[in-house]
């Protein structure tokens, strides 16, 4: 487990989280990518256009081409969500971070240090949906800094907060392709109490093709928290 010191955020971090937090979004981008061609609705798109180009151009050549220029668009229409979400975020709470996190008593932002630098973040907020919960946030660690227990610290230090403040209970959401972070959780305590099917933003369309679930999870406060802010 590598050392680090968690601290509330500061001015000085903000193009710091801001980074941290698109190569963390950033980097789900190939598992969505896998994840959707292997919706077998996809792949009925995939065989059909293949067959269908098949049937009326006589040749090998032209189904195959079709086929690889569906799969490079897909890929596009995942990059493009990605950056679409990123750009969302930069425009609501990451606009102006204090403002967003540390001007109320019943939210806050904290980032890990180690090597003298930041490497990981994490916010957190009351829940519009579960009274009396506090909602964590925008978890990320740079991946040269994962598996060394940062993000357990980041939980824990988001846990104490909610003790502290008189919250019965944490609680979050995640996607399925983000198996880590779901184990990562587990591990700490939080049990899934809910799941849903997501949607993709503005293209609505194609949503039978996506189909993906959000599992929704909740730590309930214990009596003893260990103290925040070392590993």
């Known amino acids: 487990m590598a050392s680090c010191k968690v601290r509330r955020y500061e001015d000085s971090d903000y193009e710091t989280v801001r980074n941290i937090f698109k190569a963390g979004v950033k980097e789900h981008e190939p598992a969505v990518f896998v994840y959707m061609l292997k919706r077998p609705t996809y792949l009925l798109v995939l065989v059909s256009a293949f067959c269908i180009l098949l049937l009326s151009s006589k040749s090998l050549l032209l189904p195959i081409l079709g086929v690889i220029l569906l799969v490079v668009l897909l890929r596009h229409l995942v990059t493009g969500l990605f950056n679409y979400y990123t750009a969302k975020c930069f425009n609501s709470d990451f606009k ?15 980032v890990a240090e180690s090597d003298r630098c930041v490497v990981g973040i ?19 660690v740079l991946t040269a800094y994962r598996g060394k227990g940062i993000a357990k610290v980041l939980c824990r230090t988001v846990i104490n907060f909610a003790c502290q403040h008189g919250y019965k209970a944490v609680i979050l959401n995640t996607g399925d392709v983000q198996v880590p972070a779901q184990k990562l959780y587990e591990n700490i305590g939080f049990k899934k109490y809910k799941e849903k099917n997501g949607t993709l933003p503005l293209l609505s369309c194609i949503n039978f093709m996506w189909n993906f679930t959000i599992y929704y999870y909740k730590y309930t406060i214990p009596t003893v928290i260990e103290n925040e802010g070392h590993a």
Do not use: Q, T
């Open 96 to 110: 102006d971070i204090c403002h967003s996190y540390m001007e109320s008593p019943n939210s806050c932002f904290w």
């Open 122 to 140: 994490v916010g957190c907020y009351p829940s519009k949906e579960m009274e009396g919960c506090l909602e964590m946030v925008r978890m990320a």
